[in-house]
């Protein structure tokens, strides 16, 4: 008589999906408790970052895909560098989009010293 080899790795399976299953209704009813003890481990502090924000930085991570390496365009993208938009203009685009750019890459809260740092890519 031949054993049927599949039954125990769906005895295995039931058994993990059972745990998990527990193990996260577990979580639910412990939520409060383990954001305490997370504040806690921070000091007290909230888990979001404090720090402040680097128009270069973010650029260097987000802008030079589609604006070049020194910002002065590429393909379809124009250049920051000469760029004769004024600071408000700039505003918008960063925050409604336009053309290839897509609205709401910077954070809203950045805006205008995002803003800020692309006209100042035109005065240097």
Known sequence: MK???IIPFILIMAFGIGLIFFLSIEGV???EEIAA???AKNGGEEAASTEEFDPATFAQGKC???HGGNFEGQGGAPSLVATK???DEIKGV???GRGGMPAGLVPAENI???AAWVKSLGEK
Do not use: F, H, R
């Open 29 to 31: 009813n412990n939520k």
């Open 3 to 5: 054993k049927n080899p």
């Open 94 to 96: 960063l925050t409604n």
């Open 64 to 66: 030079i895909a589609c």
């Open 37 to 39: 003890n997370e504040a």
């Open 85 to 87: 938009l004024s600071e």
């Open 112 to 114: 205008d010293a995002m």
